[in-house]
């Protein structure tokens, strides 16, 4: 990171806007900032982290409202903006305070913030929406790759913390150099690796289980029990193969037999069947004569059938024509009847016509009079509304008077209660605070030594349990050792005993070859098999890992009960003493900052308040001017009203009193009109109509007369052609053919049962024939004996198959059991190999029986940042000092590695960087932090330290010293980096050309730029 340009206005001393441009300083790469005491030149590196962090650089100045500056009016902008390049990429982050005046007259400042970058079209582009203050100081992080704490042990340098970072423990170096140079990749690397490692060794184990129990399932102890298993199954299945065979072949030949008996006896029980089949088809040969018959009478009335049925609808035709005969005479006479009494009525309703004419000129003076009327309600209706609206207008005049009154008096109290509270409670809300702060940190600590005192006690009583339980696995391991070697010996014995008992005198001893056996072996009182020494020996591997975790559970209580009680000393120190009435103080301290706060919001809600009552005051008053106004208009709008109903009610009808009145006689004259109007339209339409329905019942009644003669006329010709009909059919009457028609379904499915019935009779005839040749000279077989035996040879052969394919099954399934283990137990000793040594590996990487990895590349680093500083610190004091890494240490001094030693060449030795004088301690960390900025931007993936600034520390120098120090910035010349001093030393002046003077004033400081 290299600034580019610093900006800032309102902040600190600088009241106008004041402006810094960096790149006027790259090619000097020093630039010195003077200006006297309070000008404020710390101020602009405060600028800086404020923009970045929003924090100051020393830590120590507040938030971003405090640095406003005293001498700005009111409403006057407060910005900071710091430009800087990253990677060859330009970024502005920018922060502000907002400015809004309350009702009361006074101002607040609300802060805001922002980052942009720089786009190829040369403007910059924000990065957030709507940025919040974690949301820049996060962005900040991640570009410069430094926290606001590491930003300032390393870029920046504030007044009185320059040696921060030379006298920091190793835990605190560890942690800037972790972000300086990425590292925590490679303690994630040596995660990565073990995670692994643990991962893979999780595999074998679950796999080493699973083969287990597989050969456990078989009841087997290892592959060679299997094999010996799957030898004896494939024997015992070549055995019940061969009986298999043996009960297949005298199946075969018995269900030959069967299958030529079983034909010869259905030859016999097809032979029964179609003799039954003959005589019931014999049986039905009456029944097929009487139905044939029937067919013939069927299709002789067929020939009538039309005659009948024309004759039958010429009859019904001629009756109903007589019927309506009747009926159109009877609808002609009461067509006439209806249209005199029609007549009658129209004659009735002409006479009352003068009437009418009575009820019309009524209902015109009617209508004249309706508007006067109207306008009469209206304006009673607008008299009473003015009457209201009066009313209303005078009660909320005296309404709003009252309310100017509750409001000016709620006011005054309000106002009195506000500044009771700020002098009771809310000026003196800070120092309570404070207070507070003090007593939670003590009490805090005093907690948390408590806490650690109760840790070593836990971790104690663990690790006498824990020893206690070492002992006890301990003693059972012993007893299973010993157990295990007494097996072994009786084992040994028996075996010697039945290899004496094989031998004889002269026999040579397969041992030691003698053939003189003297003192044969004697067995052991009891035998023991392959299979209890294994299970001792796993019994005394089980007992061995017990007694190996219970050791490491044992060192890891060991080293948290020392963690735990270092901790205590540690937090006893830091506590400090403690008062004796803590408890009692510290509630009173939080019950006093309670009731401040509370009247504090208290006092925040009165404000408020009175705002509001401040607004409804002036509410009132304009609501108090608006009602008297109202008012008037309303006594006006009322007097208008009043004289204007007087004079419609003037025009009124004595008999007409109002309007509904008129409206009710408007209304029965319109009625009466509207229904002498209906009732002449309804005569005239009825009198038109009966006259057109008697003129058409007379069409009907002649049409009627002439049907009714033709119907007779055809009645006469169909009895005629019937006669001929029946006679050619050879029917007596209609009926007779009506009984002898038969459907024409029924007629085609009886000529089709005939047929069919006289062949099949024909074709049982003759194979009730040909049966009684094929079997002529054999006799019935017996089924059932020949099938109850070929069933009990089908069942032996069932259970003989199932048998075979139990056992075919089994010897597959231990076929691919054996190889499945063998092969699964190979991969397994190999891919343990490779997991031994990758645990190995990760363990190095990781550190746990030494130096870790990422330790100790950060000790490389160190010892490169060292060298380099070294090679600077050669032009100070002639060489005298010399920074070195202390060694690593081991256990729990292993986070040792990376503090420093100051080696003095006047004594002879080394000694701790803190044993240095303040300007020595000055110059070496000048060299260790120029040291540090040369080697992270030598290492590729590390963060740019392009720029360093460095508050004091020079006034502590002497003349000679400062020169010494002179030499040291010298190195930078000629880089891109860049190193800003803040120092009033006269030497400095003259020896660095680039400037930035901070001028101060009574109106605020101004900065001039020198280069």
């Given at each position: 990171m290299i600034p580019v340009r610093l900006e800032l206005e309102g902040f600190g001393p600088y009241v106008e806007r004041q402006e810094i441009d960096f790149t006027r300083f790259y090619q000097s790469g020093l630039v010195l900032i003077r200006g006297e005491t309070g000008a404020g030149k710390t101020v602009l590196l405060d600028a800086m982290t404020y923009a970045l962090y929003g924090r100051s650089s020393g830590g120590a100045r507040g938030d971003f409202a405090d640095q406003r500056s005293l001498l700005m009016p009111p409403d006057a902008p407060t910005r900071v903006a710091f430009e800087f390049d990253v990677r060859g990429r330009r970024y502005r982050f920018d922060r502000w305070l907002r400015v809004r005046k309350k009702r009361t007259g006074t101002y607040e400042y609300l802060p805001a913030q922002d980052a942009f970058f720089l786009g190829p079209d040369g403007t910059f582009t924000t990065f957030f929406e709507n940025p919040r203050q974690r949301d820049v100081e996060e962005k900040a992080c991640e570009l410069i790759g430094l926290s606001c704490e590491q930003f300032c042990q390393v870029m920046i340098l504030p007044q009185g913390q320059f040696e921060r970072l030379l006298v920091a423990k190793s835990e605190d170096k560890e942690s800037v150099l972790v972000s300086l140079f990425h590292a925590e990749r490679w303690q994630r690397i040596a995660e990565q690796v073990c995670t692994r490692a643990n991962g893979l060794r999780q595999k074998l184990d679950q796999e080493k289980t699973t083969i287990q129990a597989l050969l456990d399932g078989q009841g087997c102890a290892d592959a060679d029990a299997l094999s010996d298993k799957l030898m004896q199954t494939r024997e015992q299945l070549a055995e019940q193969a061969a009986r298999r065979q043996a009960a297949s072949d005298t199946l075969d030949l018995k269900r030959r037999v069967f299958e030529e008996e079983t034909r010869i006896f259905g030859l016999f029980e097809k032979r029964r069947a179609v003799q039954a089949e003959r005589e019931q088809l014999e049986s039905r040969v009456p029944l097929m004569r009487e139905k044939q018959a029937r067919i013939d009478a069927a299709r002789r009335a067929a020939e009538a059938e039309g005659a009948c049925t024309r004759a039958t609808a010429a009859a019904a035709e001629l009756e109903r024509r007589q019927a309506a005969g009747l009926q159109a005479e009877k609808h002609l006479a009461k067509t006439q009847q209806a249209l005199q009494t029609a007549a009658g009525a129209l004659e009735a309703c002409e006479r009352e016509e003068p009437f009418h004419a009575a009820d019309q000129a009524r209902l015109a003076r009617l209508e004249t009079l309706r508007e006067s009327y109207r306008l009469l309600g209206e304006a009673a209706r607008a008299q009473v509304q003015a009457d209201a609206r009066w009313t209303r207008a005078v009660q909320a005049a005296d309404s709003a008077r009252e309310c100017l009154e509750v409001c000016q008096t709620r006011k005054g109290t309000l106002e009195a209660e506000r500044t009771r509270i700020f002098e009771r409670y809310s000026a003196r809300l800070p120092a309570l605070r404070e207070e507070l702060t003090r007593l939670?940190?003590?009490?805090?600590?005093?907690?948390?030594?408590?806490?650690?005192?109760?840790?070593?006690?836990?971790?104690?009583?663990?690790?006498?349990?824990?020893?206690?339980?070492?002992?006890?696995?301990?003693?059972?391991?012993?007893?299973?050792?010993?157990?295990?070697?007494?097996?072994?010996?009786?084992?040994?014995?028996?075996?010697?005993?039945?290899?004496?008992?094989?031998?004889?005198?002269?026999?040579?001893?397969?041992?030691?070859?003698?053939?003189?056996?003297?003192?044969?072996?004697?067995?052991?009182?009891?035998?023991?098999?392959?299979?209890?020494?294994?299970?001792?020996?796993?019994?005394?591997?089980?007992?061995?890992?017990?007694?190996?975790?219970?050791?490491s559970e044992l060192a890891k209580a060991e080293a948290g009960t020392h963690a735990a009680q270092e901790q205590v000393e540690l937090l006893r120190a830091e506590c400090g003493p403690v008062p004796e009435q803590l408890t009692g103080q510290l509630q009173a301290a939080r019950q006093s900052v309670q009731e401040a706060q509370a009247q504090d919001a208290r006092a925040a809600e009165i404000a408020k308040e009175l705002e509001q009552t401040a607004s409804a005051l002036e509410q009132a008053r304009e609501l108090a001017v608006r009602n008297t106004s109202a008012l008037e208009q309303a006594a006006g709008e009322r007097q208008k009203a009043h004289a204007q109903y007087e004079a419609l009610?003037?025009?009124?009808?004595?008999?007409?009193?109002?309007?509904?009145?008129?409206?009710?006689?408007?209304?029965?004259?319109?009625?009466?009109?509207?229904?002498?109007?209906?009732?002449?339209?309804?005569?005239?339409?009825?009198?038109?109509?009966?006259?057109?329905?008697?003129?058409?019942?007379?069409?009907?009644?002649?049409?009627?007369?002439?049907?009714?003669?033709?119907?007779?006329?055809?009645?006469?010709?169909?009895?005629?052609?019937?006669?001929?009909?029946?006679?050619?059919?050879?029917?007596?009457?209609?009926?007779?053919?009506?009984?002898?028609?038969?459907?024409?379904?029924?007629?085609?499915?009886?000529?089709?049962?005939?047929?069919?019935?006289?062949?099949?009779?024909?074709?049982?005839?003759?194979?009730?024939?040909?049966?009684?040749?094929?079997?002529?000279?054999?006799?019935?077989?017996?089924?059932?004996?020949?099938?109850?035996?070929?069933?009990?040879?089908?069942?032996?052969?069932?259970?003989?198959?199932?048998?075979?394919?139990?056992?075919?099954?089994?010897?597959?399934?231990?076929?691919k059991l054996e190889r499945d283990c063998r092969s699964r137990q190979q991969a397994l000793d190999l891919q343990r190999a490779e997991c031994d040594r990758l645990t190995a590996f990760g363990k190095l990487l990781r550190g746990d029986s030494g130096i870790s990895l990422r330790r100790y590349l950060l000790g490389v680093m160190l010892s490169s940042i060292t060298a380099e500083a070294n090679r600077l610190l050669k032009n100070v004091h002639g060489g005298r000092y010399q920074l070195f890494r202390t060694a690593e240490g081991a256990g729990r001094a292993r986070k040792a590695g990376l503090d420093l030693e100051v080696f003095d060449a006047h004594a002879g030795g080394r000694r701790g960087v803190s044993s240095l004088s303040g300007g020595e301690k000055f110059l070496v960390s000048l060299s260790l932090a120029l040291g540090l900025s040369a080697v992270v931007q030598a290492q590729s993936g590390g963060i740019r330290m392009d720029a360093m600034f460095i508050d004091e520390g020079f006034g502590s120098l002497d003349p000679r010293s400062i020169a010494d120090a002179l030499d040291v910035l010298a190195s930078v010349r000629g880089s891109r980096r860049l190193v800003g001093i803040i120092s009033h030393v006269e030497a400095l002046r003259e020896s660095i050309e680039a400037s930035v003077e901070v001028v101060k004033g009574r109106t605020g400081s101004r900065l001039r730029l020198h280069s």
């Open positions: 939670e940190r003590v009490a805090q600590m005093q907690e948390r030594l408590k806490q650690a005192a109760a840790k070593v006690r836990s971790c104690q009583t663990q690790y006498a349990a824990l020893q206690a339980g070492c002992a006890e696995r301990q003693a059972a391991l012993e007893e299973a050792r010993c157990e295990r070697e007494d097996l072994g010996r009786r084992y040994l014995q028996n075996t010697a005993a039945a290899l004496a008992a094989s031998l004889s005198e002269g026999m040579p001893c397969p041992v030691c070859g003698g053939i003189h056996h003297p003192s044969p072996a004697d067995a052991a009182e009891d035998t023991v098999s392959d299979a209890q020494i294994a299970a001792a020996d796993r019994a005394v591997a089980q007992a061995e890992r017990a007694y190996a975790a219970h050791a009610a003037a025009q009124r009808d004595p008999e007409l009193p109002d309007h509904a009145a008129l409206e009710a006689e408007l209304k029965t004259v319109r009625e009466r009109y509207a229904a002498y109007e209906a009732a002449l339209r309804q005569a005239r339409a009825n009198e038109s109509a009966a006259r057109l329905a008697e003129r058409a019942a007379q069409a009907a009644a002649e049409h009627a007369e002439a049907e009714l003669e033709r119907c007779r006329l055809e009645h006469l010709q169909s009895q005629e052609v019937l006669q001929e009909a029946l006679c050619r059919a050879g029917f007596q009457t209609p009926a007779a053919v009506a009984a002898a028609i038969l459907p024409s379904e029924t007629v085609s499915a009886w000529e089709q049962e005939v047929a069919e019935n006289r062949a099949k009779l024909e074709a049982a005839i003759r194979q009730v024939d040909e049966l009684g040749q094929q079997l002529a000279g054999r006799a019935r077989p017996d089924l059932a004996g020949a099938g109850q035996e070929i069933a009990v040879l089908e069942t032996q052969k069932a259970e003989l198959d199932a048998q075979w394919g139990a056992l075919r099954e089994a010897c597959v399934r231990l076929e």
